[in-house]
């Protein structure tokens, strides 16, 4: 009897050892050892502009199943040198800040806080409307013309409009703009004729629709096209002198080609 009941005390003191053994560990292992974070696992570089005129954005979009990884690498930041005029092929330093208080915390060491990374990527200017793949200028024209259809009350309403009723939009003149500064994008800009009733008389008004970014990446940002009243002279008004007002207007900044 005696024996059966030590051999059961024997056992409940040795489980519960090794449950204290294995708490022990437990803790050490999620909250007491010093764990090493590569703080450039998952770095994303983003670039917006062209090639020559981009900078770039850091940030980390590690997915970790452990909470406190995830949310350490979030509140890293990242320095990047040079970031200005960035054309592919071009190195770039990255080094990486992190709050120590929460590192100490987590018990975390960050690693590799420095890297050297290539551009890449970017997208390259047109030398010329030649060199523009119909089908991209197409695409461009329709979401010219489908701002203009979405935001026709508003372009009423700005010249003094209101109660006009819109017929039709008209493109009557198309042409891309060479910057002449890699500092401005080049673009497509098209003059539309805006056909509209007011007091029982047809009427017309003259707008104009930029779309920048015209680059071989081929893709149209909708939310960077705009527009403008277009505001002829008397005398480009009399005989509708489109080409004399988009030289007056961007001669000096733009070469301009004429698409048909």
């Given at each position: 009897?005696?024996?059966?009941?030590?051999?059961?005390?024997?056992?409940?003191?040795?489980?519960?050892s090794?449950?204290?053994?294995?708490?022990?560990?437990?803790?050490?292992?999620?909250?007491?050892?010093?764990?090493?974070?590569?703080?450039?696992?998952?770095?994303?570089?983003?670039?917006?502009?062209?090639?020559?005129?981009?900078?770039a954005?850091?940030?980390?979009?590690?997915?970790?199943?452990?909470?406190?990884?995830?949310d350490?690498?979030?509140?890293?930041?990242?320095?990047i040198?040079?970031?200005?005029?960035?054309?592919?092929?071009?190195?770039?330093?990255?080094?990486?800040s992190?709050?120590?208080?929460?590192?100490?915390?987590?018990?975390?060491?960050?690693?590799?806080?420095?890297?050297?990374?290539?551009?890449?990527?970017?997208?390259?200017?047109?030398?010329?409307?030649?060199?523009?793949d119909?089908?991209?200028?197409?695409?461009?024209?329709?979401?010219?013309?489908?701002?203009?259809?979405?935001?026709?009350?508003?372009?009423?309403?700005?010249?003094?409009?209101?109660?006009?009723?819109?017929?039709?939009?008209?493109?009557?003149?198309?042409?891309?703009?060479?910057?002449?500064?890699?500092?401005?994008?080049?673009?497509?800009?098209?003059?539309?004729?805006?056909?509209?009733?007011?007091?029982?008389?047809?009427?017309?008004?003259?707008?104009?629709?930029?779309?920048?970014?015209?680059?071989?990446?081929?893709?149209?940002?909708?939310?960077?096209i705009?527009?403008?009243?277009?505001?002829?002279?008397?005398?480009?008004?009399?005989i509708?002198?489109?080409?004399?007002?988009?030289?007056?207007?961007?001669?000096?900044?733009?070469?301009?080609?004429?698409i048909?």
């Open positions: 009897m005696n024996k059966e009941k030590i051999k059961t005390k024997l056992t409940y003191f040795f489980s519960l090794v449950i204290c053994i294995l708490l022990v560990l437990i803790t050490y292992i999620f909250f007491l050892r010093t764990i090493e974070v590569d703080v450039m696992q998952g770095l994303d570089i983003q670039y917006t502009g062209e090639n020559g005129m981009a900078l954005v850091c940030k980390n979009n590690t997915l970790d199943i452990n909470q406190r990884t995830q350490f690498l979030q509140s890293v930041t990242y320095t040198a040079p970031n200005e005029n960035l054309s592919n092929g071009d190195v770039v330093h990255v080094s990486a992190y709050d120590e208080q929460l590192a100490s915390q987590y018990h975390f060491k960050p690693v590799h806080l420095e890297a050297d990374i290539v551009v890449e990527g970017l997208n390259n200017r047109y030398d010329s409307l030649a060199d523009i119909k089908k991209y200028i197409d695409k461009v024209l329709k979401a010219s013309l489908e701002y203009v259809e979405s935001n026709v009350e508003q372009i009423f309403e700005i010249n003094e409009q209101k109660e006009a009723e819109f017929i039709e939009a008209q493109s009557v003149y198309r042409v891309f703009m060479k910057s002449n500064s890699s500092k401005s994008s080049d673009r497509i800009l098209v003059i539309y004729r805006l056909i509209y009733e007011y007091q029982d008389s047809r009427m017309a008004l003259y707008y104009t629709v930029s779309v920048p970014e015209i680059n071989d990446g081929m893709k149209v940002d909708k939310q960077d705009f527009g403008e009243k277009a505001y002829l002279s008397d005398n480009e008004w009399q509708l002198n489109f080409d004399a007002y988009i030289q007056r207007v961007y001669g000096s900044q733009y070469n301009i080609e004429r048909e």
